[in-house]
C-alpha cells in the first residue's frame, strides 16, 4: 500500500506539473542564493498596445498605462493578478503614478482613460489606474499621499474645508484640502434617478418603501440624492425608504438584477450605463417637480460650488427610456486633481499632453468635445498644480489669481 501511494503521489505530481507549466519553469529558474547567486529582481515589460482594463477579484478595474521596465519594489504576486507580465532580471525602480477613478462607464472613468491614452501616446509617464473608488475617499488618500492623481468635485473640496458632511469626523480635513491641487474641469454630467418604466414608479413619492440605491454610503452621491429625493418628495431615508448600502459596481448589478427599486447616478446622454440597463427593458427617469428647487435642501445643494440646474432630454436613448418630456434635474462639475507632492515636471507633461492633443480627448467621447481650452478651469476652487499652473500659462491661457498655487511664487 506504501508503495501504492508512492506511485500514486508522484503520478499526481506528474500531472500537477504538466498543468501548471509556468510554475515549474519558473523554480528551474531559481538561482541559487547558497551558492552566491543574485536574488531575482521582477521587473515588467512593457504592454505593446494602449492601456489595458483587468477586472480584479474584488470587482474594481485595473489599468495598467505604458509600464516600462522596471519597479524592484514590486510585489510578483500582486502584478500577477494586474495582468502584467513578469520576467526575472537586473531591473532599477521606478517611478510611476497612481491614479483612481469611478467605476467604468462613467464620465469619471471615461475622461481619465482617454488622459492615461494621451499621456502613454506622448510622454514617457507610466499611470496605474484603479476603478470604482469612492470619490470622497479618494480625495483624502490623495491629499495624503496614497494617490498621485484622482478625481475631485467643488462641492466635495467646499465640505472638506469645512469639514462638515462625510467629513464631519476626519480631525485633519481642512489641512488635506489644503494639500489638493488641480489640474482641468470637467462636466461630470447631469444626476439622474432612473427606474423600471413598468415598476410602477414615475414620481419621486413613488419611492416610498422602496429600496433604493444612492451612491456608497457616506460618498457625495448619498447626500445629493437625500437632498434631491427629500425636496421632491418629502421623503427621508431609513422612515419612508431604505437606501441599499452597497459600493457603486454592487449597487449597479442590484438594480439589474431587481434588488434596487431605483439607481442614482451622474453622466451625459447618453450614458453607457443607461444604455446597458435598458438592455433589460424600458426605463423612467424621474424629474425634480419646480416646487423642489424652492426647498431648502434642494436650494442649499444649487448653492454649493460646481452645481448648476439641468434638465436631461430622453431622446438620446432612443425609445428605451420612456420620458416624453426634458427631465430636470442638477449637473454637477468635477476635477481631476492632484497633490502638491506630486512632481511639477510629471503635471507638467500630464497637462501638456492633453492640451495639446485636444483632438484625440475629443475622439473618445462624444460629450468630451464641452472639454476646450475655454473650459479647463471652469468651476475650479482649488489652486492648480504647479505643473498644470506651467503648462496653462506657456499656453496663454489667463489664469484667475485664485488658482494660482502657493508654490508659483516661490
Known amino acids: 500500500m506504501a508503495a501504492d501511494g508512492e506511485a500514486g503521489s508522484r503520478d499526481r505530481h506528474a500531472r500537477h506539473r504538466r498543468r501548471n507549466p509556468v510554475r515549474r519553469s519558473r523554480r528551474g529558474r531559481r538561482p541559487d542564493r547558497r551558492a552566491g547567486g543574485p536574488a531575482p529582481a521582477w521587473s515588467i515589460q512593457a504592454p505593446t498596445r494602449p492601456a489595458e482594463s483587468r477586472q480584479t477579484a474584488t470587482g474594481r478595474i485595473l489599468m495598467i498605462a505604458n509600464f516600462k521596465p522596471a519597479l524592484s519594489k514590486l510585489v510578483p504576486a500582486a502584478a500577477v493578478a494586474a495582468g502584467i507580465t513578469l520576467s526575472a532580471g537586473a531591473a532599477q525602480a521606478q517611478t510611476f503614478l497612481k491614479m483612481s477613478s469611478l467605476q467604468a462607464g462613467s464620465p469619471g472613468y471615461t475622461i481619465s482613460t482617454a488622459i492615461i491614452n494621451i499621456v502613454q501616446k506622448n510622454t514617457d509617464l507610466k499611470i496605474q489606474l484603479s476603478a470604482g473608488e469612492t470619490q470622497t475617499r479618494a480625495m483624502l488618500q490623495g491629499a495624503r499621499g496614497k494617490l498621485d492623481i484622482m478625481m475631485s468635485t467643488p462641492f466635495a473640496v467646499f465640505w472638506m474645508k469645512k469639514k462638515v458632511a462625510m467629513y464631519k469626523k476626519v480631525k485633519d480635513a481642512p489641512e488635506m484640502a489644503a494639500r489638493l491641487r ?5 462636466p461630470l454630467g447631469t444626476i439622474y434617478v432612473v427606474t423600471k418604466a413598468d415598476s410602477g414608479i414615475e414620481t419621486f413619492k413613488n419611492l416610498k418603501g422602496k429600496r433604493v440605491f444612492m451612491g456608497p454610503p457616506g460618498g457625495g452621491a448619498y447626500n445629493i440624492a437625500k437632498a434631491m429625493i427629500v425636496s421632491s418628495s418629502g421623503l427621508k431615508d431609513g422612515k419612508d425608504f431604505t437606501s441599499a448600502r452597497l459600493d457603486w459596481r454592487s449597487g449597479s448589478q442590484a438594480f439589474q438584477d431587481g434588488n434596487v427599486a431605483a439607481y442614482l447616478g451622474a453622466g451625459t446622454v447618453p450614458n453607457p450605463l443607461v444604455e446597458q ?5 424600458n426605463l423612467r427617469f424621474l424629474s425634480m417637480p419646480e416646487s423642489a428647487f424652492q426647498h431648502p435642501a434642494a436650494k442649499g ?20 427610456v420612456v420620458n416624453k418630456e426634458p427631465v430636470s434635474s442638477i449637473a454637477m462639475w468635477a476635477a481631476i486633481t492632484s497633490h502638491k507632492g506630486v512632481a511639477a515636471d510629471h503635471i507638467y507633461k500630464i497637462t501638456k499632453a492633453v492640451l495639446d492633443n485636444l483632438k484625440d480627448l475629443h475622439a473618445t467621447a462624444p460629450w468630451l468635445k464641452s472639454i476646450t481650452r475655454d473650459t479647463v478651469l471652469a468651476q475650479m476652487n482649488l489652486p492648480l498644480h504647479a505643473g498644470a499652473y506651467r503648462a496653462y500659462k506657456e499656453a496663454g491661457l489667463k489664469i484667475p489669481a485664485a488658482l494660482v498655487p502657493p508654490e508659483a511664487a516661490k
Open 301 to 320: 445643494l444649487i448653492s454649493l460650488p460646481g452645481f448648476v440646474r439641468a434638465s436631461i432630454d430622453a431622446a438620446g436613448y432612443k425609445g428605451k
Open 182 to 186: 488641480n489640474i482641468l474641469s470637467f
Open 277 to 281: 440597463f435598458a438592455l433589460g427593458g
